[in-house]
């Protein structure tokens, strides 16, 4: 009974970090899109859209960690094909930050410094560590490959809040236009790595889940 507790406990905790995730990305989404369509950052705009789709992955985990806890069942079917459809946005996602910039190197087009995505960026490097080790230490106490799917989102957008904020801080300091791009073209290459990873469903299926069912046919021919 104490095991079960435990687990309920842990899950709740999933729950909680997954929405806390969901409720900053959001935020950090809006502010980053804003300040980068007002400074005409291409890789800006490009880590704000990252940030809302990577809400939407979580919002998934969050719907299914909940499921859990209400009745202990959930519906894989419904699952993937939301996570494809996360999986489409992050191709789309890349497709457009390449275009954009492109368009940008050819065009010879200068962006504006950006002060607000600078604090936007510094506070998801604050932020985002925190919470991939919390869901990373949940995760590997119930052995769960969900939370630790969501852990391996999180620590991504670490990633991604570091190599747009150094593009952006090269920017500020020489006035390279070109690096504004290129900082683009690295959100690209992370948007997808992340729809692939969406697309083969690993945020929901493991060798566990099907394993399980393997077991579950095998005795209910």
Not at 56 to 64: I, Q
Not at 80 to 87: E, G
Not at 170 to 199: K, S
């Amino acid at each position: 009974m104490t095991v079960a507790v435990e687990h309920e406990h842990l899950t709740r905790r999933g729950l909680r970090l997954a929405q806390a995730t969901v409720a900053y990305n959001v935020v950090e989404g809006v502010v980053a899109i804003g300040a980068g369509v007002a400074a005409g950052l291409v890789s800006v705009v490009g880590f704000g859209v990252d940030s809302a789709i990577e809400s939407f992955a979580a919002v998934l985990v969050a719907l299914r960690l909940s499921a859990r806890l209400r009745h202990g069942d959930h519906d894989p079917r419904k699952e993937r094909r939301a996570l494809r459809l996360v999986a489409v946005t992050f191709f789309l996602l890349a497709a457009w930050v390449t275009v954009e910039g492109v368009r940008s190197l050819v065009g010879g087009e200068t962006p504006d410094g950006s002060p607000v995505a600078v604090v936007v960026l510094v506070a998801s490097l604050v932020v985002m560590p925190l919470l991939a080790a919390a869901k990373m230490r949940v995760g590997r106490t119930l052995r769960d490959p969900l939370v630790l799917a969501d852990a391996a989102e999180t620590r991504i957008c670490v990633l991604l809040s570091a190599s747009t904020l150094a593009g952006l801080v090269a920017f500020q300091l020489t006035g390279a236009a070109w690096l504004d791009p290129v900082a683009g073209f690295v959100i690209a290459a992370f948007a997808v790595h992340e729809g692939r990873e969406a697309w083969e469903g690993e945020l929901v299926h493991d060798h566990h889940h099907h394993d399980h069912h393997d077991h579950h046919d095998e005795a209910h021919p």
